[in-house]
């Protein structure tokens, strides 16, 4: 039977698909990689390969799209995120579950061969212990979403374990990245502040001053994603999700880093219900068994970040 070359990027129009599907291009070749979401993409990922417009909840159109296209591997990344979830209680767990049993499923049935699906930050709650948070710990999460990665954890380990699939997980932090405006989550303050502090506008913050979270550059995130799917399968013991860390700040020190280099810029604090679920999020995160597994390393720093970011969004302006 001839390789299964295609791979195929499920919610390819969000903040992280956007990026992810340039990344995988670069290494698989424009043509065997297959961007598909509900809604369309970005220009460069429309002129550079293959889009589809798929509903992941459209088991026959997903088959469809798996055969036609010769798919061996999936990145499930449609999914509701904390914010919109909370606002969305049955939908988002709809979503966030059977899409991923869906492709789980056919990982099961051999009919693909390896899944990528991304876990959170949000898996932990208020009883977890907050600073350094470790790969295996207290998950008593208090949101739709949380709920839902944390069930998503368990049914991939299931799979893996039961059936066989190789699926791989990350749990990611908050994500910054220049290229996509990101989609409903409770870090996405931390995107938002560097258009309004391009634009020369005031930020008002939906978290208050000194919420610390976790988070990571997008360059960061898309290559911990590639790296797990890359990994020898031999290394990568868990098949639940991995802790993985950039660095973390609250509002207030990313305002001061972004001053160092746009002295005038002014944010204010105007808490709302995503305070909530902040609150019940580590701090920071401990990401050394996935250091020691698949020999995974961060590079970027908040300071790092802030000047990227600056400088790719100042051209944007421009
Ligand atoms: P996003 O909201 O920006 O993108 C999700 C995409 O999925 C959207 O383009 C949306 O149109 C698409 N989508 C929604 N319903 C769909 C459906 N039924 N069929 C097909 N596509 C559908 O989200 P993102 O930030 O890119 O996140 C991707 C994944 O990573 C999610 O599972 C999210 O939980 C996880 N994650 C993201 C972050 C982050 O900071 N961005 C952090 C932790 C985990
Ligand atoms: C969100 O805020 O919902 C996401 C996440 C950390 O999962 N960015």
């Given at each position: 039977?001839a390789?299964?070359?295609?791979?195929?990027?499920?919610?390819?129009?969000?903040?992280?698909?956007?990026?992810?599907?340039?990344?995988?291009?670069?290494?698989?070749?424009?043509?065997?990689?297959?961007?598909?979401?509900?809604?369309?993409?970005?220009?460069?990922?429309?002129?550079?390969?293959?889009?589809?417009?798929?509903?992941?909840?459209?088991?026959?159109?997903?088959?469809?799209?798996?055969?036609?296209?010769?798919?061996?591997?999936?990145y499930?990344?449609?999914?509701?995120?904390?914010?919109?979830?909370?606002?969305?209680?049955m939908?988002?767990?709809?979503?966030?579950?059977?899409?991923?049993?869906?492709?789980l499923?056919?990982?099961?049935?051999?009919?693909?061969?390896?899944?990528?699906?991304?876990?959170?930050?949000?898996?932990?709650?208020?009883?977890?212990?907050?600073?350094?948070?470790?790969?295996?710990?207290?998950?008593?999460?208090?949101?739709?979403?949380?709920?839902?990665?944390?069930?998503?954890?368990?049914w991939?380990?299931?799979?893996?374990?039961?059936?066989?699939?190789?699926?791989?997980?990350?749990?990611?932090?908050?994500?910054?990245?220049?290229?996509?405006?990101?989609?409903?989550?409770?870090?996405?303050?931390a995107?938002?502040?560097?258009?309004?502090?391009?634009?020369?506008?005031p930020?008002?913050?939906?978290?208050?001053?000194?919420?610390?979270l976790?988070?990571?550059?997008?360059?960061?995130?898309?290559?911990?994603?590639?790296?797990?799917?890359?990994?020898?399968?031999?290394?990568?013991?868990?098949?639940?999700?991995?802790?993985?860390?950039?660095?973390?700040?609250?509002?207030?020190?990313?305002a001061?880093?972004?001053?160092?280099?746009?002295?005038?810029?002014?944010?204010?604090?105007?808490?709302?219900?995503?305070?909530?679920?902040?609150?019940?999020?580590?701090?920071?995160?401990?990401?050394s068994?996935?250091?020691?597994?698949?020999?995974?390393?961060?590079?970027?720093?908040?300071?790092?970040?802030?000047?990227?970011?600056?400088?790719?969004?100042?051209?944007?302006?421009?």
């Amino acid at each position: 039977m001839a390789a299964k070359t295609g791979v195929l990027v499920i919610g390819a129009s969000g903040q992280i698909g956007t990026e992810l599907v340039m990344g995988l291009r670069a290494i698989y070749g424009n043509d065997n990689v297959i961007a598909s979401d509900l809604k369309t993409a970005s220009t460069e990922v429309l002129e550079s390969g293959p889009f589809e417009q798929l509903d992941v909840m459209d088991r026959e159109r997903l088959n469809q799209i798996v055969g036609q296209y010769n798919v061996g591997q999936v990145y499930l990344l449609a999914a509701l995120l904390s914010a919109t979830a909370e606002q969305k209680v049955m939908p988002a767990w709809n979503l966030n579950m059977y899409g991923l049993f869906y492709v789980l499923e056919m990982a099961k049935e051999r009919i693909i061969d390896k899944v990528f699906w991304p876990s959170s930050i949000a898996v932990f709650g208020p009883n977890t212990p907050k600073l350094n948070t470790p790969q295996s710990t207290i998950t008593e999460p208090t949101t739709v979403y949380g709920i839902s990665k944390l069930a998503g954890e368990r049914w991939c380990e299931y799979y893996h374990n039961r059936y066989g699939v190789d699926v791989r997980s990350l749990r990611y932090p908050g994500l910054i990245g220049y290229k996509s405006n990101p989609g409903g989550g409770t870090t996405d303050y931390a995107v938002d502040i560097f258009h309004k502090a391009v634009a020369g506008t005031p930020f008002e913050c939906f978290l208050s001053e000194n919420t610390r979270l976790p988070m990571m550059y997008m360059p960061d995130a898309i290559r911990a994603t590639i790296g797990i799917m890359e990994a020898e399968s031999e290394k990568v013991l868990l098949r639940s999700s991995y802790n993985i860390s950039g660095f973390d700040f609250t509002p207030a020190e990313l305002a001061n880093e972004i001053r160092k280099h746009i002295p005038e810029f002014e944010i204010s604090y105007n808490p709302d219900f995503r305070q909530e679920i902040a609150d019940g999020w580590p701090s920071s995160i401990d990401d050394s068994v996935a250091r020691q597994d698949w020999n995974w390393n961060n590079e970027y720093s908040l300071e790092m970040m802030t000047k990227d970011m600056l400088s790719h969004l100042a051209e944007k302006v421009i």
